[in-house]
C-alpha cells in the first residue's frame, strides 16, 4: 500500500507542489507513496497545476490505518483529523517543529528556508534522483509563492539559488516574471465569498492552550480589497465564535511590503503587546510579510506573556 503524502489543511501551492514532489521522489527510491490533498486548490495552485501540467492530488481527510509522510507541517491543528492513527513515516517541512509525534525513528528534512520546496531540492540531489520538468516547475513556483518573489524576510540564499536552479530545468527564463504573474491570480477577488479568500491560506495555532486562527491574502495592491474589507471582517468574528480565542487576518501589500491585521479577539491587547502598535479592529504593520517568521513567533510570545 502506497503512503500518502499530504500537506496541511487549507493547501496552498507549496503544501499542493510538496506533496507531488515527495511522493515522486519516495516512490523512485523505493518508497511506493501517493500525493493527497487535504482540500481543493486555490486559484493560484490551479494556475501552477495547469501550467506544468500537474494533476491536482485527490482530495482526502482520513488518513487511519496509513502511513503517512507530512509535508510543510507538523501541527497536529493543520494535520488530518486523524493522524494519531495512522503511521508518520517522514517529515519534509521548513517551519518550526510542532505537536506531531512518532512511535518509530522517521525520516526528517526539516531546513530553516522559505519554502519546502527548496528542501525538496535538495533531497532530490541528495538521492540522485532526475527531478521530472514539470514538477520543477510546480517547485520553482511554490518557492516564488512563499517567498513572495524573495520580498519575505524567510527567504535565503538557499531559496534563491533553489529557484535559479529550478529555472533552468523547467525552461524558465524570467522567474520574477512568472512569480507576478502568479501574484495576477492570487489578487482575484471580484466574485469570491469572503469565507473562501479566509480559509484561502488559514492556520490554527495552540497559543499557551489558547486555540488562534492567523488567515493571509497575499496581493499585488491591498487597496483591490476595500470593497470586502467589511465583509472579511465579519467573517473572521464568525470563525472566531467557531470556539477561537482570536483570529487575525493578514492582508499582505506586496509592493508596499506590509500588511494590514484585522483583528477579532477575546483580548485585543496581545496585539499590542506582540508589535508594539495598538489595535481593536485592525493595525498596518509596515514590513511584515511573512506569517511564520513576522507574526507566529510574536503573538506566541504575546500569548505566553
Known sequence: MAALVVGHKNPDTDSVVSAIAVADLMSKIGTPAKAISQGPAVPETEFVLKKFGLSAPEVVTSVAGQKVI?????????????????????????????????????????????????????????????????IAGGLLCSILSDTVIFKSPTTTPEDKKAVEALAKIAGVADPAALGMEMFKVKSAVDGVPAKELVFRDFKDFDMNGKKVGIGQLEMIDIS??????????????????????????????????????????????????????????????????????????????????
Not at 519554502?115 to 514539470?134: Q, S, W
Request: net charge negative; proline share 5%.
Open 70 to 134: 507530512l509535508v510543510d507541517h507538523t501541527d497536529l491543528s493543520q494535520a488530518p483529523d486523524d493522524l494519531k492513527d495512522a503511521e508518520v513515516i517522514a517529515v519534509v517541512d521548513h517551519h518550526k517543529l510542532g505537536d506531531v509525534t512518532t512511535s518509530s525513528p522517521l525520516l526528517m528534512w526539516v531546513w530553516p528556508v522559505g519554502c519546502t520546496g527548496t528542501v525538496i531540492k535538495a533531497m532530490y540531489d541528495f538521492y540522485g534522483v532526475e527531478l521530472p520538468k514539470n
Open 224 to 305: 483591490m480589497l476595500d470593497k470586502v474589507k467589511g465583509d472579511l471582517a465579519a467573517e473572521i468574528a464568525k470563525v472566531k465564535a467557531e470556539g477561537r480565542h482570536s483570529v487575525f487576518l493578514l492582508l499582505t501589500d506586496i509592493m508596499k511590503e506590509g500588511s494590514e491585521m484585522l483583528i477579532v479577539s477575546d483580548d485585543p491587547s496581545v496585539v499590542q503587546k506582540a508589535f508594539g502598535v495598538a489595535g481593536d479592529k485592525s493595525v498596518w504593520l509596515p514590513k511584515v510579510m511573512s506569517r511564520k517568521k513576522d507574526v507566529v513567533p510574536k503573538f506566541e510570545a504575546a500569548f505566553k506573556g
